[in-house]
T-cell receptor
């Protein structure tokens, strides 16, 4: 089976940097993605790491270490609108490359 | 590209009734997923399709749940003999299946079983 662990909640102030960690266990790891979900909205794709290293997309960066089964999402220059839930998700090759989500990290950005 | 659409947006039903939800994926996408989400939790994988083929169904899913994707276009998710524990948001997502797996989600169907 698969399992993902991420903190349930993180609080940070506007303008700061926050890192959301994710550890995973899966027998057929293929890649790690991050999704953002605002209250009442649908999850939206943020980033994907298939190989070790850092991927940068504007204020958001994502990192993967396959040997440590670990990744993180880094959010810089936090804005109030970044308050949302953030999910890491593994693409698992067992059964045909499905995507499995973690329980999510609720980010609160304070003024 | 009109995005992923789901119908209905809300469904209230009595315990024991059958319900069916529909998902229309982005037209050129060949992969279609169904997830279930409850408050404060991540999307829970239910099943997914590559074109019309159902490639995997979650082992946690009871036999009351069934999904179809005739002709590899829209998909339906049916829940028979609904139970109160089935109350959740049912999300559909699609992807092109090419390159990076990027899921596009619909707005979901909120099911309430009374």
């Amino acid at each position: 089976g698969q399992s993902l662990e991420q903190p349930s909640e993180v609080t940070a102030v506007e303008g700061a940097i926050v890192q959301i960690n994710c550890t995973y266990q899966t027998s057929g790891f293929y890649g790690l993605s991050w999704y953002q979900q605002h209250d009442g909205g649908a999850p939206t794709f943020l980033s994907y790491n298939g190989l070790d290293g850092l991927e940068e997309t504007g204020r958001f960066s994502s990192f993967l270490s396959r040997s440590d089964s670990y990744g993180y999402l880094l959010l810089q220059e936090l804005q109030m609108k970044d308050s949302a839930s953030y999910f890491c998700a593994v693409r698992d090759s067992t059964g045909g490359f499905k995507t499995i989500f973690g329980a999510g990290t609720r980010l609160f950005v304070k003024a | 590209d009109t995005g992923v659409s789901q119908d209905p947006r809300h469904k209230i039903t009595k315990r024991g009734q059958n319900v069916t939800f529909r998902c229309d994926p982005i037209s050129e996408h060949n992969r279609l997923y169904w997830y279930r989400q409850t408050l404060g939790q991540g999307p829970e994988f239910l099943t997914y399709f590559q074109n019309e083929a159902q490639l995997e169904k979650s082992r946690l899913l009871s036999d009351r749940f069934s999904a179809e994707r005739p002709k590899g276009s829209f998909s339906t998710l049916e829940i028979q003999r609904t139970e109160q524990g089935d109350s959740a948001m049912y999300l559909c997502a699609s992807s092109s299946g090419q390159g990076v797996e990027k899921l596009f989600f619909g707005s979901g169907t909120q099911l309430s079983v009374l």
